[in-house]
């Protein structure tokens, strides 16, 4: 049988039919090229070549055994690749896409932290943008997984979804305004507060969200103060007596005050995870495992 060498040799020889340039590439002498050529002949009782003063060409048996050598070396070729990536560790990179507005949460932030040390040959890489956006990346294959508020991923049927990190939802009043001074925050004494909601199109879903809870547990429709998008909402706590229902874990300042919502304490909203169920990437199925393992103990 042939070595891996000879196969190497006969493969560039027949497809430059050249003996010298072959031997060149080769970076070989082309005496030793023609006698390795000829012990392949003598091996194989085959004619391989056509020898004339004009040059070589390939034999029908020749013809045929270059192409299954070109076959095996590329077939040898990818196995080394494969072993030699094995070796180094699995490498690949992953586009994760963050909602607007969406913050870190520490949990999720050492499960990344945790997963990149792991595995230090899957690069993350993170983007911003309104859901809308996300999605359509998504289904254009620009991005692996999407994270963001479960209300926002409602009416995705075509998406798998993993629970992560429960959110309850919070009253944030500005130490300015005397609100901030009561105990307990309930809906009906925000009837007479602006309530600052951002108007970013993807958020539609969270809007009314709050606008039926004010509704229901208030008795009055809100008096809002709309916003580009949640960055702004934490940029007017800060600066006006205006108030925000957010997720608890979103992270306000010393001048911003957190309530719990009395009226449905236990209804929690959650940080997922999308993504197209046709993305077979080895290094997503890895980092969805690393995001059920924050479910699983949260």
């Known amino acids: 049988m042939p070595n891996i060498d000879q196969i190497k040799y006969y493969v560039e020889t027949a497809s430059c039919l050249s003996f010298r340039k072959a031997a060149e590439h080769l970076y070989i002498t082309q005496p030793t090229l023609s006698r390795q050529m000829r012990n392949l002949e003598e091996e194989y009782n085959l ?3 056509l020898r004339s003063k004009k040059g070589l060409k390939l034999t029908p048996a020749g013809t045929v055994l270059y192409e299954e050598f070109k076959k095996l070396l590329t077939q040898y070729q990818e ?3 494969k072993a030699k990536q094995a070796g180094e560790g699995y490498s690949d990179a992953l586009y994760i896409g963050l909602v607007s507005g969406m913050f870190i949460d520490e949990l999720i932030a050492e499960s990344i932290r945790y997963f990149q040390k792991t595995h230090p040959n899957i690069r993350l890489s993170f983007s911003r943008c309104p859901i809308q956006e996300l999605m359509a990346e998504m289904q254009l294959e620009k991005l692996d997984a999407i994270i963001a508020f479960d209300h926002q991923l409602q009416g995705w049927q075509d998406r798998q979804r993993v629970e992560s990190i429960p959110c309850r939802p919070a009253w944030l009043i500005p130490k300015c305004n005397p609100l901030s001074q009561k105990e307990k925050i309930y809906f009906k004494d ?14 539609q879903p969270g809007r ?7 509704k229901k547990y208030g008795g009055f429709y809100p ?10 909402i934490l940029m007017w706590l800060n600066i006006s007596d205006k108030c925000a229902f957010l997720n608890s874990r979103i ?5 911003v005050k957190q309530f719990p919502v009395e009226e449905f304490i236990q209804q929690d909203s959650y940080i997922e995870c999308a993504w197209t169920p046709q993305n077979k990437k080895y290094s997503l199925s890895l980092f969805l495992d690393y995001l059920s393992k924050i479910k699983a103990e949260s």
């Open 47 to 49: 004619q391989l070549f």
């Open 79 to 81: 196995s080394v690749g």
């Open 190 to 203: 925000m009837a007479s507060q602006e309530l600052l909601l951002t108007s970013e199109p993807g958020y």
């Open 208 to 214: 009314d969200y709050i606008i039926e809870c004010c």
């Open 223 to 232: 008096n809002i103060f709309y916003v580009r998008n949640i960055e702004n």
């Open 251 to 255: 992270p306000i300042t010393d001048q």
